[in-house]
Structures are given as C-alpha cells and as structure tokens.
C-alpha cells in the first residue's frame, strides 16, 4: 500500500511512464496493472486518505508530569540568535531546555524561525531529535487577519495559516497555535473567522496537525469570541489554546478564570502556563494552583507549556514556573 501511494505521487510527475507501470506491478503482482486501474488505484487511495483524515486527532500524551511540560522559546526572545544580535539558534534550542530544565519539549515561536526552506526545518528536526526532545506546538502570526472584511486580505492570512501548518509537518509537530490578528476599522467576526478557520482545519486534517487559537489578545482573541469560532466551525481539529494569564490584563479575576474554564473546556494538545503577567508596568498575577485545578476537572490530558512573562529574567522565571507547575500536577 505505501509504495503504491509513493507511485502515485510519482506519476504525476512521470506522466505514468513505463517504468512506473512496471514499478507499480511489483507493488501488487497478483492483479494486473494497465494505466486504468493505476489511475483508479490513485483515486481509490486518495479517497481513503481523505477519509482518515476526516477522524479526530488522536495524540498519545504522557502521564508522567514532567514529561507533560514544555518550554516555549517566547520568554527567551531577547537571548534568541537574530540578524545583527548574536544569541541561541533555534537548532540549539531544545539541547539548552534540556540542559538548563530537564525537559524534553519544547515550543518554537514562529518569529524565531529563521528560514522555513526545506533544507533548515529539516536541520531543526534533526536537532531535536538529538536532544531527545520533541516540538509541541508552534505560535505562528499568518501575517493577516482571519476576519478582515477584505476577502483578498483574509486570503492571504489563510495562505500564511497553510504555510505553518507545511512547517508543523516538516519539523513533526502535532499542532499550530495560528494568531487573529485584529483587522483596522472592522471589529471581530464570527461568520468570517469561522469560514477563515474551517478551511484551516481542514487543511490541518488532511495534514494531521491540529489547529489551536489562544486567548492572546483581548479583542481580536477574546476568550468567548475564540469559543464562539470553535464551537461554530465544530472541528475535532480545531481546538483551544488557553493562556493562564492573559485574560487577567482585563483586570477582572472572575472573568479571567471563567475564561479558563470556557477556554479548558475546548482546548486538546496545549496551554500556556504563567503566574503573573506584566502590562505597562502593571503586574497582574494569576493562581496556577486555580488554573491547573480547571485543568483538570475539565479533563484537559494535553501539554503545560511554560511562558514565562513575569518579572526578572526568564532562566529563573521559567525554572519557578516549572516547580510550581510540578506541585500543581502531582497533588
């Protein structure tokens, strides 16, 4: 079956040569091959691909609660190796979460990729592999807006949507985090970023990577407006990612954790965790012992990606965040 679907790649480009056909006789020598039943070999088998891809995700989680952790690179941009500013590489990423925090997960932020050639996401796959470790997720900006009013716009943010979901394929991440940007003079739609994120789902089904949205700003990525998309698109592949601490910046600590329990009610594969975030020189701080108690009584099995965002320095920021995060999972 596999190097029957491998030929069928091929025959587009071979144009079914003669080799092929003959290739495709080893695949099955038992039935004859002529170029009708190739053909409908190929459809047959596309079909089947498209069906399985209709299925729900079906992620194998650990239950260990360390291997449930997961650094972001996010709290590290201003350490992140970038043109005229020397500093981590990417492909050096996973080896110093491993080194610095005994975990062996991690969560690439879109922006700190410096190339998505083939050639690179290929070297980033094989650096995380050799240490041991594995892609989470990835926050990625689609560099557009998911419910612009302007069709061509929101083409374009879909377009960048297909592009993280290609990465996430590449690198072997089981999921992307794709951000609504907010859209000048035109307030958040429903309509437009359900049909936006129902063709992004569907794209990530036939690719077996999970779509997430993140409750990351207070207007374009509201809570309940993200709950409100999901529950219409009505996608197993398309999910919640929720943020411990950024619904707390509306400074309503009822709302934020209603929020949390919305947001958990949804989510699959990821979240991020904080205990406090600063806005404007405003600290607001969050319970990790509330928010990962919403966690589980909504049954949330996925990964606990820390973002550090509070004050000091993120080394020993994200080593209390994982500390904290432990106690929380193991009580």
Same mark, same amino acid.
């Given at each position: 079956?596999?190097?029957?679907?491998?030929?069928?790649?091929?025959?587009?480009?071979?144009?079914?040569?003669?080799?092929?056909?003959?290739?495709?006789?080893?695949?099955?020598?038992?039935?004859?091959? +002529?170029?009708? +039943?190739?053909?409908?070999?190929?459809?047959?088998?596309?079909?089947?691909?498209?069906?399985?891809?209709?299925?729900?995700?079906?992620?194998?989680?650990?239950?260990?609660?360390?291997?449930?952790?997961?650094?972001?690179?996010?709290?590290?941009?201003?350490?992140?190796?970038?043109?005229?500013?020397?500093?981590?590489?990417?492909?050096?990423?996973?080896?110093?979460?491993?080194?610095?925090?005994? *975990?062996?997960? =991690?969560?690439?932020?879109?922006?700190?990729?410096?190339?998505?050639?083939?050639?690179?996401?290929?070297?980033?796959?094989?650096?995380?592999?050799?240490?041991?470790?594995?892609?989470?997720? =990835?926050?990625?900006?689609?560099?557009?807006?998911?419910?612009?009013?302007?069709?061509?716009?929101?083409?374009?943010? =879909?377009?960048?949507?297909?592009?993280?979901?290609?990465?996430?394929?590449? =690198?072997?991440?089981?999921?992307?985090?794709?951000? *609504?940007?907010?859209?000048?003079?035109?307030?958040?739609?429903?309509?437009?970023?359900?049909?936006?994120?129902?063709?992004?789902?569907?794209?990530?089904?036939?690719?077996?990577?999970?779509?997430?949205?993140?409750?990351?700003?207070?207007?374009?990525?509201?809570?309940?407006?993200?709950?409100?998309?999901?529950?219409?698109?009505?996608?197993?592949?398309?999910?919640?990612?929720?943020?411990?601490?950024?619904?707390?910046?509306?400074?309503?600590?009822?709302?934020?954790?209603?929020?949390?329990?919305?947001?958990?009610?949804?989510?699959?594969?990821?979240?991020?965790?904080?205990?406090?975030?600063?806005?404007?020189?405003?600290?607001? !701080?969050?319970?990790?012992?509330?928010?990962?108690? *919403?966690?589980?009584?909504?049954?949330?099995?996925?990964?606990?990606?820390?973002?550090?965002?509070?004050?000091?320095?993120?080394?020993?920021?994200? !080593?209390?965040?994982?500390?904290?995060?432990?106690?929380?999972?193991?009580?």
């Amino acid at each position: 079956m596999g190097q029957t679907i491998v030929l069928c790649g091929l025959s587009a480009r071979r144009v079914l040569s003669r080799r092929t056909m003959q290739e495709a006789r080893y695949a099955d020598s038992s039935m004859p091959v +002529t170029r009708r +039943t190739f053909l409908a070999s190929c459809t047959a088998l596309a079909a089947a691909s498209e069906s399985r891809a209709a299925h729900a995700p079906d992620i194998h989680f650990p239950t260990a609660p360390r291997d449930r952790l997961a650094v972001a690179s996010y709290p590290f941009r201003s350490f992140m190796d970038r043109p005229g500013h020397p500093g981590i590489k990417l492909t050096d990423f996973a080896a110093m979460v491993v080194e610095k925090f005994n *975990i062996y997960n =991690i969560e690439p932020l879109s922006s700190h990729f410096p190339s998505t050639d083939a050639a690179y996401l290929a070297e980033f796959r094989r650096s995380v592999k050799q240490a041991h470790s594995h892609i989470v997720n =990835i926050p990625a900006n689609v560099g557009g807006s998911l419910y612009d009013a302007d069709p061509t716009r929101r083409d374009k943010a =879909i377009v960048g949507g297909r592009k993280w979901i290609d990465v996430a394929v590449a =690198i072997g991440s089981p999921s992307v985090r794709l951000h *609504i940007q907010g859209a000048r003079g035109t307030p958040p739609d429903i309509g437009r970023a359900s049909e936006s994120l129902k063709t992004l789902a569907e794209y990530g089904a036939a690719h077996n990577v999970v779509v997430n949205l993140e409750n990351d700003d207070l207007v374009s990525e509201d809570a309940f407006f993200i709950v409100k998309v999901i529950e219409k698109v009505a996608s197993p592949w398309l999910h919640a990612l929720p943020d411990f601490g950024n619904s707390m910046l509306t400074g309503d600590e009822d709302f934020n954790y209603k929020a949390m329990e919305a947001m958990f009610r949804h989510a699959y594969n990821i979240s991020h965790v904080k205990d406090s975030e600063v806005d404007n020189g405003k600290v607001f !701080r969050v319970s990790m012992a509330k928010t990962f108690g *919403i966690a589980r009584a909504m049954g949330y099995r996925g990964y606990f990606s820390m973002e550090f965002e509070g004050e000091g320095e993120p080394y020993e920021g994200t !080593r209390k965040l994982i500390e904290e995060s432990m106690k929380d999972l193991q009580s």
